[in-house]
Each structure stands twice: as C-alpha cells, then as structure tokens.
C-alpha cells in the first residue's frame, strides 16, 4: 500500500464527485479504419475536448477543491510552460481565487496568452529549472499562495485518475489502457484506476526516445532524470516525481518508447483520420502501436489522447513547424 | 406537394434505416465557450466524423442502396472533384459494384488519392463544366453505369436529410438548424427534415458572398447559376439543381452570406476551440453567426458540419494555404 500512498479507490471516485460539475465527460472515439488496421478494437478517450484543451483540467480543479478554504484566500501557484499553467488558471477562477504562474521567458506568446485569457497573473523567469523554482519559491514567499505541483501531488494524480475512470466506466472488458508518460501524473492516476477498477488490464505507457528518463527509470527500477530531453512532445520532457514514480514502478506493466518521426506521423495520421486535433504528446501511444511496440490482435485497447493544444501557425509538418 | 416531389416523410425515414448499418451516427458537439460567446445553446452535428469526412456519404450509400440490382451490374458513375467523389466510391464498394469517377485534371493529388483508395476508377478531364459532361456521357455510354447526381437526385436528397434527422432527434427543440449551400442536396434534404420532423423550426443557410448564386435565386425566386465562383469553400461553388431550388424556395427561411475572411477565421475558430478539423465549408454557417448576420441571443441552433478534409500541407492561415 506504501506504494499507493493515501490514493485509495475512493479518492479517485471522491475526485470524479467533486470535478464533475466543472469538466467536461469526454467523448470516447473509434475508427474502423484503426480498427482494421491494427486487426483490434481501439477506443480513444478524447481529452483534447476537455477544458483548457487538456486533462490537465481534471488534476487542477480536483487539487483546488480538496483544498480548505482557508488555504483559498491567498490564490495558488506553479511554475509550468505548458497546460497544467493554463489549467491552474482556469480552475483558480473557479473559485475566484488567483493563480500565479511562473514561466520561462522563451513561453511561446500562445501559451502566454492563453494563460492570460484564463485569468492567470504571469512571473516571467529563465528558462531553467533553477530559475523557475527560485522564481517559484519567491512568488509563495510574497504571496502566500499555496503551490499545486503539477503532478507531484496526490489530489492532481487522483484528478487525472478520472480519465480512465470514466473509460473503463464505459468500455467495458478493456484488455489494455495506454497513456503518455511525462511528470507521470497522468500514468500514475491511470495505472491506479486500472489497479482499482480494471485489476484484469494491463497499463502500457508510451514515451519518446529522446526523453526516455521514465523508460530508463522503470526498467532500472531506479529514479533517473530526464537530463536532455529534445522531443516534439512538449508535455512529456519532465522527469518523474517522488509520488509518481513508486506508483508507476508498481502498477505499471510495461513504458514502450518511439521515435520522434513517428510521433509526428501518428499526429498526422489521427487529425487526417479521426478529424480531431491532437497535440504531439497524445499521439505518443498511438505511435507505439504504429511502431508494432505492442502485440494487439484482437484485443481492446483504449488510448487516453491527452490534449488538443497545438500553435496552428506552426505544425510540425510544416516547413516552419 | 410539387415542390417536394416525391420526397415524403417516409422516404427520410427509409433512407435513414437503409443507410444505418454502414454510416456512422455522428456526435453532436457543444462549447461552453462558444455558448457563451453567443448567449445561445449552439450544437454542432459533427459529420467530419462521417465515413469519407463528409456528409456525402450518406446520400451516395442511399442512392446506391435504392438502385434495383440490375442497374448495379455496371456500376455508377458520377463527374466531382470533391467529397461525392469519396462517398461514390466508397458507397460502391459495399456493394461491390464500380465507381466511374471524372475529375478534372487540375484536381489536388489528395483528392485523386483518396478516391483511388476508395477503389474509385478515374477519367481526367478538362477543368471545365463542358468537358466534365463530355466525358462523363461517353463513360456512361461506355460503360453502361448509372448516373448518381451529387446533388439533383431524390435520393441523394433524402440521404442527406438523415444528418438533420438524427439531429433533431437527439436535440430536442431546436429553434433553428443551419446548413452552407452548394448544390444543395444538403440544403434541400435539411429543410425537409426540418419541415417534416421539426415544423416549428426555422431553417437558415449560409453561402459564401463570392459564390452567392443560392442567395441571388433564393431572393430574386428564380435560378441563378453560379458563374465565377471565387471561394476558398470549395464544396459550395456549384449551382443548385432543377430538384433542389424549388425544395430550398419552399422549405428553406433565409439565406444569408458571408465574407472569405471570416471563413478562414471561423475554420480556424472550430480548429482551435473545439478540436475538431473542420473544412472551409463546413465554417460558412459558424461565420454567419461571427459575423452577427443572424439574431439567435437565447435560442437553440443546429448546425450541420458538412465535412473535415482538408489537405493539412495548405492550410488557409499558412503563406502557401
């Protein structure tokens, strides 16, 4: 149970209780056409239509909400460049609480300005970890805000948990459920769903290989950070976190990685195919199975498809991507 | 009676039935956003996530369906540089019949691909509306195939009528459906759906102004055609038909249209918020709320997404779109 730490069954179903007035219960797509490809039954969870773009939302609002309101009154806070920055923010005005948000100076202006428009107030800080936990540090110190990490906080792990929640919910006899690895809030909340509500499936995560800090720490069995990570998935270049990587370590079965050229084709093949935007992190599991990475003749796979936040302006496609 | 012909009430019914095992029962999608942007309840009946990525395949499914089995033996034939061609194809191929396409030479390489995929047998010709029945007359004697009209067919008409039909069923009360107009098949089996199953609601189709032939005949009362369409809607250049423009005079209430601009930002607006690849056609409705040019503060709105292909190497946004 060390490894589970206090996210019992019941924290995950208190977390879908308390989130769902706020997010969105996503569509679950299929294509015969995958179907037939892969000889296999493929279910995708659509949280590229979940609030703010992304299933950051779930983690967010549940982390917000679980907090006293006495903690409320000074707003709350996080360093991030990505969706959990936009999510904080959007789930912050939820309660009318303030969200400070660091970020680096190199933010792309559409990260920036969505931040913005949720109502976050943006730090600027260098683009390094150092600075951004400085800067971080700073913030709380001025502000009394209370920090909501990304994904190294149980009520964020237990929020993203709800995804395959609802999926096992309604697919029934899933055989294998697959997600993205980054920070690992995501997979871990994923990998305790299934242990809970599917203890017959197998969780099978996806990463680049140019950001294989969680394949290598999973397969060592030993913490090793993501040092150098150059992938187009913007979301999956973290290293994992004191509370993610023992869940993952243990309810994990398998972290399969793939190339950055297919990422991008499994990204393309998704928006041609299913017509669903899907940003480059969400298209990782989908280019394991492209890759053959995954024995799945006739099984039923879901796929949590992460986010749909992608800069229109620059497609990795194109020339200028 | 006469201007609906012999489109009844029971033929919708019948080709929804007909067509039902091969089509998909597409979602209808909302946004928060979006709703409240308008102050309405606006809900999108997502036929991009059609079989071919286009509503198209229902009509052509229901024509081939309702051929008698000797007009099959030669197959079916039709000239379109667009989705008809896709649905033709793949219609034809559920039956294992045949599928004559003429398209004209300077067709995008993707659509020629696609319906080669479908098992589409193509004849090029001169880009030109003479050299498009020239050909497509010969074929016909060649080849002993049956026409089927992209749009000017009966049974086209009542095919594309089920996309309303399952709209209105599923959203109960709808105050307005909209739909773009090209030839008008869509258009046409809309307002008979409407007029048929939701005689209380108001039907309105947008068209872009560069290619206003529908608006000019809807509002002048007799046919205009399309001369020199300039429009990046590319489904939406034709001309109505001898069956649709009476149906569409009957049964339609407004037609109004809207600038180039805001199509390109209304596609872009769909991508972005919603998350769903949306053609420029399928945007033409959508930019005739941007644009304000219809009153719908506190009302429920259908709106038909006709189609998502888009060729993702020339986007509208994009310098080489």
Redesign the interface.
């Known amino acids: 149970m060390n490894s589970i730490g206090s996210i019992q069954s019941f924290t995950i179903l208190d977390a879908a209780k308390r989130i769902a007035p706020f997010i969105n219960y996503t569509?679950v797509?299929t294509s015969h056409t995958i179907n037939r490809l892969f000889k296999a039954e493929i279910f995708l969870k659509?949280e590229?239509?979940q609030k703010v773009?992304a299933f950051k939302a779930r983690g967010a609002t549940n982390a917000i909400l679980s907090l006293p309101e006495s903690d409320l009154g000074c707003g709350v806070a996080t360093h991030s460049s990505g969706n959990h920055a936009q999510a904080l923010s959007w789930a912050a005005s939820l309660v009318n609480t303030r969200a400070f948000i660091v970020m680096p100076v190199n933010s792309s202006k559409i990260k920036v300005a969505a931040v913005k428009d949720y109502g976050g107030e943006i730090t600027f800080c260098e683009p390094d970890l150092a600075s951004r936990e400085t800067t971080l540090f700073r913030i709380l110190e001025q502000t009394g805000a209370k920090e909501i990490h990304p994904y190294n906080n149980e009520q964020i792990i237990a929020g993203q948990a709800t995804a395959a929640l609802e999926l096992i919910d309604e697919i029934k006899n899933l055989d294998i459920i697959m997600a993205p690895v980054g920070g690992g809030g995501l997979l871990g909340g994923t990998s305790l769903s299934v242990h809970y509500f599917l203890p017959e499936g197998k969780v099978i995560a996806a990463e680049p290989e140019q950001a294989n800090d969680a394949y290598l720490s999973f397969t060592n069995r030993k913490f090793i950070p993501s040092l150098n990570p150059d992938t187009i998935a913007d979301g999956l270049r973290t290293s994992l976190g004191t509370i993610t990587f023992p869940i993952i370590l243990n309810h994990v079965h398998r972290i399969v990685t793939v190339s950055e050229e297919s990422i991008v084709k499994s990204m393309?093949f998704l928006?041609?195919r299913?017509?669903?935007?899907?940003e480059p992190s969400s298209a990782v599991p989908f280019a394991a199975l492209m890759e053959g990475k995954i024995e799945i003749t006739g099984k039923k796979v879901g796929i949590i498809i992460s986010g749909?936040n992608v800069d229109?302006?620059h497609?990795p496609?194109?020339k200028n991507g």
């Open positions: 569509p797509l659509c590229n239509f773009g393309r928006w041609e299913m017509k669903i935007m899907v749909g229109l302006d497609l496609w194109m």
